[in-house]
């Protein structure tokens, strides 16, 4: 199939931009776009068929990293988010690449309320959310732990990354904001979930693993955002409730996917 090959060219420009040096901003800034814009077409023919999704982990793993890939791109024209890229491309460049890997499978919509593309949306746009703050929570850490140690900094492309980010009063606020804004759509895709069960799925509410992990992420990023408001809640609080919330979700999101398609083979339930 043709979104094969975009798949592929996109991985190879991602991996190419990842370790490109910094000074070659231009060349990096057209080549990102160039493989969002191949990404995203690709995956757009991969999971839209007539009549149906095509959907997996693989599939919003990858889609994940599509949007969080647009939303660096967009940061960086107003901040100096270098380690970002050397951190974001290379994993783009693997996921871009693992629906052709593992195709997931076919998910009918004869029958199904319009919500139901919204709901899944509005999903993937909250996951890919969080999914940049997670990454931006690790370079904070590097960047913390990196002022920890400067008597003893190491050389090197990605030290000098590291050095070139913006203050980390600046990564903490853009940190919240992406915090915000992904709890946001990570609550009405609870919502949409919970009030329309039986319009989108075809079945009742019911309790499963997906929807406790997705609650118990929502309320970490909830309790965070609060802890932010009320206590001045900074530093590894913020980091820990971040990572924790991200891994809490990504195995509602990722891995129970992964259990079912790769372990278990198995389609979607």
Known sequence: M???YFFVLAALLYAGCAFLPSRFRLPISVGTALAWLLHGGALWADVIAPGSL??????????ALWISVGVYWLENRNF??????VLMLPCAAVAVILPAIFPGSMVPLNGKSALFSWHIAIAILAYSTLTIAAFHAVLMALQESKL??????????????IDRLPALLTMEKLLFRLIAIGFFLLTLTVLSGVVFSEQLFGRAFKWDHKLVFTLLSWALFGVLLAGRRWRGWRGKTALSFTLSGFATLLLAYVGSRFVLEVVLHRGLA
């Open 2 to 4: 043709m979104e094969i």
């Open 54 to 63: 095509r959907l997996g982990f693989a599939i919003m793993l990858s889609a």
């Open 80 to 85: 100096a988010l270098d380690s970002l890229r």
């Open 148 to 161: 920890h140690t400067h008597g003893s900094a190491k050389s090197g492309w990605f030290a000098l990354a």
